[in-house]
């Protein structure tokens, strides 16, 4: 059974930093692209960020461009979130998911696997 399991999340003030980390089950983790997403009370579940399997760089949402990094170490079956200067607009769910198809997609419906999510609450 594919287990994605999400930690790190946690009540910071505006400004502050948390990473996010994402440890999967998934056993060619090398071949997935990684996704992050997030959801806040009331709204869909949104993008935040993706990384091929090749580790070649994330894709972002424009509201996290510039403070949040996506990485992964594929020798671990871990994808990173690293969140800088973090705003109350932040305040979310996040969730960790993974594509077979290795594509880097903005589609939450494309994404095989998912974990529970973590909370991360922004206090301003």
């Known amino acids: 059974q594919v287990r994605l399991v999400e930690s790190g999340g946690g009540v910071v003030q505006a400004g502050d930093s948390l990473k996010l980390t994402c440890t999967t089950s998934?056993?060619?983790?090398?071949?997935?692209?990684m996704g992050w997403f997030r959801q806040a009370p009331g709204k869909e579940r949104a993008f935040v960020a993706s990384?091929?399997?090749?580790?070649?760089?994330?894709v972002y949402a424009d509201s996290v461009k510039g403070r949040f990094t996506i990485s992964r170490d594929n020798a671990k079956n871990t994808v990173y979130l690293q969140m800088n200067n973090l705003k109350s607009e932040d305040t979310a769910v996040y969730y960790c998911?993974?594509?077979?198809?290795?594509?880097?997609?903005?589609?939450?419906?494309?994404?095989?696997?998912w974990g529970q999510g973590t909370q991360v609450t922004v206090s301003s």
């Open positions: 998934l056993h060619t983790f090398g071949v997935y692209t």
């Open positions: 998911a993974a594509d077979r198809g290795g594509r880097i997609t903005y589609d939450p419906r494309v994404y095989n696997y």
């Open positions: 990384i091929k399997g090749s580790n070649s760089g994330g």
